[in-house]
């Protein structure tokens, strides 16, 4: 389906009004580029930063301009001739707010466009030594004696292309044993449940608090030749929700993978002595160096020990073995 993508040029001062005019025409869905709330966006007081791709900074410079999108039909044609209206009585009155230009821009886009364009680089890669990542969409030749993973992540974390991923790859890889029992916690597109399973692992049971990742996740087990009697999804908060935990059961656990990020990581802490057995392994991932001894700490004070740290530029994966 094609849809009309239209842009407004405007000034900050100038949003709150035009979006005013837009909620009056029924447009509801909004997409706002404007250096001065993205500044205010990353360096407000509610915002706690681990990490940011560098690349957005280009947004603090960016000029100010509001994107909505109507179909490329009829009633499409018939709401942008409404907003074109609006913005000229805009113009024509006395308002003593700079609205900048309000002129428009109308470019033709594709919603397959929006959902498949970034495939095009996603290619299959080999992670530590035995695993070979394959896009659903992609063929392989030759394998040669790698496992083949095969992943769709859809809307949901976890191409296998992260560093933070790979890392836990790899620990998986180096401490799974054979009929293992395995807990994913933010399973994401299910690409650490299945390489555990891949790898050796009984069972594994995978939890995200996203129902979107949740049914990914399932989806690309069904692909991967992975049953349920293999591999079972929920969906919830695992912290706060206690039929959530007795559904995952305690102390039952011979590993627990974690990719996440160092808050998330040190608020669920508490989790992981219950579900796992003694002398299981955790392995967590998503963690910048500056908070990998507050990490640690974390986990030495419930009962771990630290068995490895390996770092990835300036992503950290921990292991350790509850003692």
């Given at each position: 389906?094609?849809?009309?993508?239209?842009?407004?040029?405007t000034?900050?001062?100038?949003?709150?009004l035009?979006?005013?005019?837009?909620?009056?025409?029924d447009?509801?869905?909004?997409?706002i580029?404007?250096?001065?709330?993205f500044?205010?966006?990353?360096?407000?007081?509610?915002?706690?930063?681990d990490?940011?791709?560098e690349s957005?900074?280009?947004?603090?410079?960016?000029?100010?301009?509001m994107?909505?999108?109507?179909?490329?039909?009829?009633?499409?044609?018939q709401?942008?001739?409404?907003l074109?209206?609006?913005?000229?009585n805009?113009k024509?009155?006395?308002?003593?707010i700079?609205?900048g230009?309000?002129n428009?821009?109308v470019?033709?886009?594709?919603?397959?466009?929006?959902?498949n364009?970034?495939k095009?680089?996603?290619?299959p890669?080999e992670?530590?030594?035995?695993?070979?990542?394959?896009p659903?969409?992609?063929?392989?030749?030759d394998?040669?004696?790698?496992i083949v993973?095969?992943i769709?992540?859809?809307?949901?974390?976890?191409?296998?292309?992260?560093?933070?991923?790979?890392?836990?790859?790899?620990?998986?890889?180096?401490?799974?044993?054979?009929?293992?029992?395995?807990?994913?916690?933010?399973?994401?597109?299910?690409?650490l449940?299945?390489?555990?399973i891949?790898?050796?692992?009984?069972?594994?049971?995978?939890?995200?608090?996203?129902?979107?990742?949740v049914?990914i996740?399932?989806?690309?087990?069904?692909?991967?030749?992975?049953?349920?009697?293999k591999?079972?999804a929920?969906?919830?908060?695992?912290?706060?929700?206690?039929?959530?935990?007795?559904?995952i059961?305690?102390?039952?656990?011979?590993?627990?993978?974690?990719n996440?990020?160092?808050d998330?990581?040190?608020?669920?802490?508490?989790?992981?002595?219950?579900?796992?057995?003694?002398?299981?392994i955790?392995?967590?991932?998503?963690?910048?160096?500056k908070?990998?001894?507050?990490?640690?700490d974390?986990?030495i004070?419930l009962?771990?020990?630290i068995?490895?740290?390996?770092?990835?530029?300036?992503?950290?994966?921990?292991?350790a073995?509850l003692?």
């Amino acid at each position: 389906m094609k849809f009309k993508e239209v842009i407004i040029e405007t000034t900050t001062e100038g949003i709150e009004l035009l979006n005013a005019v837009l909620i009056k025409l029924d447009i509801a869905e909004v997409v706002i580029e404007d250096a001065s709330v993205f500044e205010e966006f990353l360096t407000a007081d509610t915002m706690s930063w681990d990490y940011y791709d560098e690349s957005l900074n280009s947004m603090k410079d960016c000029a100010t301009r509001m994107k909505i999108y109507l179909g490329d039909n009829e009633q499409g044609e018939q709401e942008l001739n409404a907003l074109k209206d609006e913005l000229n009585n805009l113009k024509n009155d006395d308002i003593d707010i700079d609205l900048g230009s309000l002129n428009i821009t109308v470019n033709i886009v594709d919603d397959e466009d929006w959902a498949n364009n970034w495939k095009q680089f996603f290619k299959p890669f080999e992670v530590g030594e035995k695993i070979l990542v394959k896009p659903t969409w992609e063929s392989v030749e030759d394998k040669g004696d790698r496992i083949v993973l095969e992943i769709d992540p859809g809307a949901s974390f976890g191409t296998g292309q992260h560093h933070t991923t790979q890392l836990c790859i790899e620990q998986i890889e180096k401490y799974i044993k054979n009929k293992m029992e395995v807990l994913d916690m933010g399973c994401g597109s299910g690409i650490l449940s299945i390489a555990s399973i891949l790898l050796g692992a009984k069972h594994v049971v995978g939890v995200d608090i996203d129902e979107n990742a949740v049914r990914i996740a399932k989806e690309n087990a069904l692909v991967n030749n992975i049953r349920e009697d293999k591999f079972l999804a929920y969906c919830g908060n695992v912290i706060e929700d206690e039929r959530l935990q007795d559904a995952i059961g305690f102390n039952k656990y011979d590993m627990i993978v974690v990719n996440i990020i160092a808050d998330i990581i040190i608020e669920m802490s508490d989790c992981f002595p219950k579900f796992l057995k003694q002398g299981g392994i955790l392995i967590t991932s998503g963690i910048i160096e500056k908070y990998v001894d507050q990490v640690k700490d974390t986990l030495i004070n419930l009962g771990f020990e630290i068995k490895e740290t390996i770092q990835k530029e300036d992503w950290v994966s921990i292991t350790a073995v509850l003692k």
